[in-house]
């Protein structure tokens, strides 16, 4: 008796068109959504050094940024507070050689000055790091209101690192307007553009993360008042 031979057909492959183009639907949706953000980031870059602030509790400046040491020195002759705290001082950074770290005023610098009111900080590595060493300082201290000092890019994004590690403190924003960071037609500079691209990027990861740790920490304060 012959065998039977039977065939099986396969299943025709499904198209994969549609995956496709959703995944290119969505990854041109996030670009334009970063470059929209991009454009209002740049946008809100202050673009001048703001006259002198008022009267705080200290200062404090972020290394990292040209003039930024200089700008917070002034402010500390001019008796905008009575210290000035110097966050993510490379270890190797003798205490004795501040004058290095001004080198536009350091040569007029006081040395009764120096070792009164000028507090240099080596706990931090960068902007997150910046905001935790400073709150640990200030609340040690017990410093209320605080002059930030930064580079006018890198303010925003210094702000809310702040606003977030420090609430119960008073921020006065100075940005520093670096001679060498066009931002008149900011995207025409390669520099500049790569520079403002990497702080927006940079600052939209910060708030994903702040925006999570709070989401983490409302049940657990809503627990505790319960209690």
């Known amino acids: ?52 602030v008022r009267e705080a509790d200290a200062i404090v400046v972020l290394t990292g940024g040209s003039k930024r040491m200089d700008a917070g020195v002034e402010l ?9 705290f110097v966050s993510g001082v490379d270890h190797r950074v003798d205490p004795a050689r501040v004058r290095d770290l001004v080198p536009g005023v350091g040569a007029s610098l006081d040395q ?21 060493e400073t709150a640990l300082w200030a609340r040690a201290t017990g410093r209320k209101s605080l002059v930030l ?19 119960e403190v008073e921020l006065v924003p100075y940005p520093v307007v670096p001679v060498d960071v066009r931002m008149d037609a900011w995207w025409r500079w390669p520099g500049t553009f790569g520079l403002v691209a990497g702080e927006w990027t940079k600052y939209v990861f910060a708030r994903v993360r702040i925006a999570l740790a ?3 920490a409302s049940p657990r304060n809503a627990e505790s008042r319960t209690e």
Do not use: K, Q
């Open 214 to 216: 709070e989401l983490v």
């Open 1 to 52: 008796m012959a065998r039977r031979r039977y065939r099986f057909r396969r299943e025709p492959r499904r198209p994969r068109s549609g995956i496709r183009l959703a995944v290119v639907v969505v990854v041109l949706a996030l670009a334009t959504a970063w470059s929209i953000g991009l454009v209002h980031y740049a946008n809100r870059i202050p673009m001048h050094t703001p006259p002198p």
């Open 112 to 132: 009764g000055l120096i070792d009164c009111c000028i507090v240099l900080g080596y706990g931090a590595s960068d902007t997150l790091g910046n905001a935790r």
């Open 76 to 84: 500390l002759t001019a008796g905008t507070a009575p210290v000035l």
């Open 149 to 167: 000092v930064t580079s006018n890019y890198h303010m925003p994004r210094a702000w809310i690192e702040f606003e977030h590690a420090l609430p």
